[in-house]
């Protein structure tokens, strides 16, 4: 059950604040939808709402930056362009609640199956008539003529005039982002992903075009050639980059002050190990190349760490392979396979995430002034990162200062008693003084 209240007091919190400083135990206040004490607070405002934390976990909510709402969780990819938009806005709109429901307050949509689904969700979701993450929408993507990897949800262009002429239209929609779909993908049996598909005449219209009007530009690029078409012509965001190449490394370090990669690691790790069930067994994935692609992927984006490019967690969940609410499995991805610390993986999707969301000073982080997006953990997810997919664990999801989730049996407890509350933050406030 939601709740609404004007202050909340998290009190003895185990405190992830994103900033790169070691977690520490105390106190959090949030007023007016903004957080405006960490650590110590002075003193609890009148009215307040106190939630015992009993050294549970606070943490920025967490962000997915390659998302689609309107994937269904089918194996049938040419059934998302034949759904009834009435009955796929109704899932676009559920997949959102799920979202939130996995502590996820930040999504950056990579696509819609159709023109103005995004957009309508990620209205809907601002004016506060449906559950969901802060959302900035994407369109269906651009593919050149021949290049689509399901036809049913492209939009086609060719050549740079055509280009110009369907990101104009995207905007005139009302869509955040661009998105251009450069290169194939083996699933698709025909399209391969070291093919690349467009012109460089072609990317450098459709992104200054969409530069000219206010909007980014996201593309699937899995080629070599893809990722450094991409960096000459200043795609804010790559996704996949799996066989990005020496060349590719370089440019990705010179502009890593401004470009992002969203590998969506789980697409690839779930397509070679987990699809049989549904008609994609292994030894059909290593095949058609998903094996060496994995392998590549995870060379290429380990070196891109090493070198300082930010990579953000998140992608192409919604399939039914890659089911929705399971998202966080990025995370472990990005501990277990490209070597980063539970503490860089949890940065990577809040910290940056507040930066893709174009919000750095208000989002991503447990810092005063930020925005009171949350989440309490019943665990710590530094020592064990899996922790954030396991939605018993999820005690609090916080948005805006509302609760989104809280546990029933705390929804109404009534604050603890004097003696014992100050206890417990005194306790905590000698530990912030202890504080490195």
């Not at 049938?76 to 939130?100: C, I, K, M, N, Q």
């Not at 996995?102 to 309508?120: E, F, N, P, Q």
């Not at 066989?243 to 590998?263: K, M, S």
């Amino acid at each position: 059950m939601s709740t609404t209240s004007n202050a909340v007091h998290f009190r003895d919190v185990n405190i992830i604040d994103s900033t790169g400083a070691q977690p520490y135990r105390g106190d959090v206040l949030v007023t007016d939808g903004r957080i405006r004490q960490v650590g110590h607070v002075d003193a609890t405002p009148e009215g307040a709402r106190t939630i015992n934390g009993r050294g549970r976990t606070l943490m920025s909510g967490l962000c997915d930056a390659h998302t689609h709402f309107t994937w269904n969780n089918s194996a049938d990819l040419d059934g998302l362009g034949t759904l009834p938009v009435e009955e796929h806005l109704l899932f676009a709109l559920e997949s959102a609640r799920t979202y939130l429901d996995s502590g996820y307050t930040m999504c950056l949509g990579a696509a819609s199956a159709k023109d103005r689904l995004d957009v309508v969700c990620r209205d809907a979701i601002a004016a506060g008539r449906f559950p969901g993450p802060r959302y900035l929408a994407n369109g269906p993507e651009i593919a050149v003529t021949g290049g689509a990897l399901v036809k049913g949800i492209t939009k086609f262009a060719d050549g740079p005039e055509g280009m110009r002429r369907v990101v104009r239209e995207l905007v005139d929609i009302g869509v955040d982002q661009i998105k251009l779909s450069m290169t194939g993908e083996e699933i698709t049996g025909s399209k391969h992903a070291e093919d690349t598909y467009f012109s460089d005449e072609e990317v450098a219209a459709a992104v200054t075009e969409a530069h000219r009007r206010g909007r980014r530009v996201c593309a699937h690029a899995r080629s070599a050639e893809s990722v450094k078409m991409c960096l000459r012509h200043k795609v804010d965001i790559i996704y996949h980059a799996s066989y990005t190449d020496a060349e590719g490394l370089d440019l990705l370090e010179a502009n890593r002050d401004w470009v992002f990669v969203a590998p969506g690691l789980n697409w690839l790790v779930a397509t070679l190990y987990e699809a049989e069930a549904f008609g994609f067994p292994q030894e059909a994935a290593e095949a058609v190349g998903y094996k060496r692609e994995l392998d590549a992927a995870i060379s290429g984006l380990k070196e891109m760490h090493r070198r300082g490019v930010k990579i953000l967690p998140g992608g192409d969940y919604g399939f039914a392979w890659t089911p929705h609410g399971t998202y966080a499995r990025d995370l472990q991805h990005f501990v277990e396979l490209l070597d980063f610390t539970p503490m860089e993986a949890i940065i990577a999707a809040t910290a940056w995430g507040g930066e893709i969301m174009l919000q750095p000073d208000e989002l991503g982080k447990v810092q005063p002034g930020y925005l009171a997006d949350l989440i309490v953990v019943d665990g710590d997810p530094l020592e064990d990162i899996t922790i954030l997919q396991d939605p018993s664990k999820m005690d609090f999801v916080m948005k805006d200062g509302r609760f989104h989730k809280e546990p029933e049996d705390e929804a109404f407890r009534p604050p603890a008693p004097s003696d014992a509350a100050d206890i417990l933050h005194d306790e905590a406030a000698e530990t912030v003084l202890q504080r490195p």
